[in-house]
């Protein structure tokens, strides 16, 4: 069993026990959270595609971490003026395992 969800602007192909980063969400550590947009469910009865979303499903998470990726460099210049700038960013996430998917 699997679901497609939407989850802060991306859509990730989900089993129960998975885990996953997503974008960082505003909940603690430890907190359970439910997300209500979902694409697709596939079960043993079959496959369901919603219209935009699955009309009752569920999918609920366990956050596990907030944290940062990797530091991405970023170097702009401009040949003969002597200008240049060197930049860095960290972009947060959320590492969440997934508890249940509920139709």
Same mark, same amino acid.
């Given at each position: 069993?699997?679901?497609?969800?939407?989850?802060?602007?991306?859509?990730?192909?989900?089993?129960?026990?998975?885990?996953?980063?997503?974008?960082?969400?505003?909940?603690?550590?430890?907190?359970?959270?439910?997300?209500?947009?979902?694409?697709?469910?596939?079960?043993?009865?079959?496959?369901? $595609?919603? /219209?935009?979303?699955?009309?009752?499903? @569920?999918?609920?998470?366990?956050?596990?971490? *907030?944290?940062?990726? &990797?530091?991405?460099? $970023?170097? /702009?210049?401009?040949?003969?003026?002597? @200008?240049?700038?060197?930049?860095?960013?960290? *972009?947060?996430?959320? &590492?969440?395992?997934?508890?249940?998917?509920?139709?």
């Amino acid at each position: 069993m699997f679901a497609i969800v939407k989850i802060g602007g991306k859509q990730y192909k989900v089993k129960e026990g998975d885990i996953i980063f997503v974008e960082k969400l505003a909940n603690g550590e430890g907190e359970t959270v439910e997300f209500s947009e979902v694409m697709a469910v596939s079960q043993e009865s079959g496959f369901t $595609v919603g /219209t935009p979303t699955v009309a009752g499903a @569920s999918v609920s998470a366990t956050i596990i971490k *907030q944290g940062k990726d &990797k530091k991405i460099y $970023v170097m /702009t210049y401009r040949p003969k003026k002597n @200008s240049k700038r060197k930049l860095g960013h960290r *972009q947060p996430h959320t &590492k969440i395992q997934i508890q249940k998917i509920s139709v």
